[in-house]
């Protein structure tokens, strides 16, 4: 999850002591989050990190969200991790509310494994080797002409809020479990 330039500067965002961190458990918790679902494997076995406050020293860093005060800012702006699974994968995770990087990305994963490998820079891109040849194929996510999607014109939002509701309300299972 890394931003180049947007720090959140309202509420209590840079403030360590009541946030208790910066972009790590702000954005870098949902990237993380992606990527043990999509490996389907929650079970560390160890892990390695380190905090940066470089930029953040720094007044009028050209910010999407406007200037922050350097004396205020004292979460990390960026934090770095190493996390080696016991099945003995590894996850490198990033994340940053303001670097010197071009590529950036909230919520995205790539993954590498032997039989081929995934990574949302582009959309949804799958690659691996089949027949001898690589391969690379982009999937199609934006779901025109299904009618779930579509629906009535309600919005995806409320559509997700009402069947929640009328979960609890049936005490039913509702459609999307943590599973």
């Given at each position: 999850a890394i931003r180049r330039r947007a720090v959140p500067t309202w509420g209590?965002?840079?403030d360590e002591e009541k946030q208790g961190g910066g972009p790590l458990i702000d954005i870098g918790t949902h990237a993380l989050d992606l990527t043990l679902w999509m490996m389907d494997n929650y079970k560390p076995k160890a892990v390695l990190g380190?905090?940066?406050?470089?930029?953040s020293k720094k007044a009028n860093?050209?910010?999407?969200?406007g200037s922050w005060d350097p004396e205020k800012f004292t979460v990390e702006d960026s934090a770095f991790g190493m996390i080696t699974m016991q099945n003995g994968a590894t996850i490198v995770l990033e994340s940053s509310w303001a670097i010197n990087l071009?590529?950036?990305?909230?919520a995205k994963t790539t993954l590498c494994g032997t039989e081929g490998g995934a990574d949302m820079w582009d959309g949804l891109r799958i690659n691996g080797e089949k027949h001898s040849r690589l391969f690379m194929n982009e999937i199609q996510l934006d779901a025109k002409g299904v009618d779930f999607y579509e629906g009535n014109g309600e919005s995806p939002a409320d559509l997700e809020a009402r069947l929640w509701l009328e979960a609890i309300d049936k005490d039913i299972d509702p459609v999307v479990t943590p599973e």
């Open positions: 209590v965002f840079l380190t905090a940066f406050h470089k930029l860093a050209a910010n999407a969200w071009l590529q950036t990305g909230e």
